[in-house]
């Protein structure tokens, strides 16, 4: 079982940057794929990056923030970031941590995942 918590999110103008954390507990951190996803209000949750476990297969991006959304993980802390720059209108969203077991399937698809966080809430105004 893991439970995960975000932190970091908030209201911001456009072009700001910001870093989202997730914390996560459990054991053998470094053997989970770590996704990040987001849903604006009247729309489906939707893949924004991801990071694979020790399998080493590196992380994955969405096309509308590719270059401008960076995940990396620290697995001595049990905690994985989104650094968020160049941000736009269309970033805002709750965002959204989510874990599971490292799988070769793809990071991208929301279905795979099995522990989700409560989410944290960016918005960014212009």
């Known amino acids: 079982q893991m439970q995960l918590v975000e932190s970091g999110g908030g209201l911001v103008q456009a072009g700001d940057s910001l870093r989202l954390s997730c914390a996560a507990s459990?054991?053998?951190?470094?053997?989970?794929?770590m996704g990040w996803f987001r849903q604006a209000p009247g729309k489906a949750r939707e893949f924004v990056a991801a990071?694979?476990?020790?399998?080493?297969?590196?992380?994955d991006y969405a096309d509308s923030v590719q270059g401008r959304f960076t995940i990396s993980r620290d697995n001595s802390k049990n905690t994985v970031y989104l650094q968020m720059n160049r941000l736009e209108l269309e970033d805002t969203a709750a965002y959204y941590c989510?874990?599971?077991?490292?799988?070769?399937?793809?990071?991208?698809?929301?279905?795979?995942?099995?522990?989700w966080g409560q989410g944290t809430q960016v918005t960014v105004s212009s």
């Open positions: 459990g054991r053998a951190f470094s053997r989970y794929d």
């Open positions: 990071v694979s476990g020790v399998s080493g297969r590196g992380t």
């Open positions: 989510a874990a599971r077991v490292q799988s070769l399937r793809s990071l991208k698809e929301a279905f795979h995942y099995h522990y």
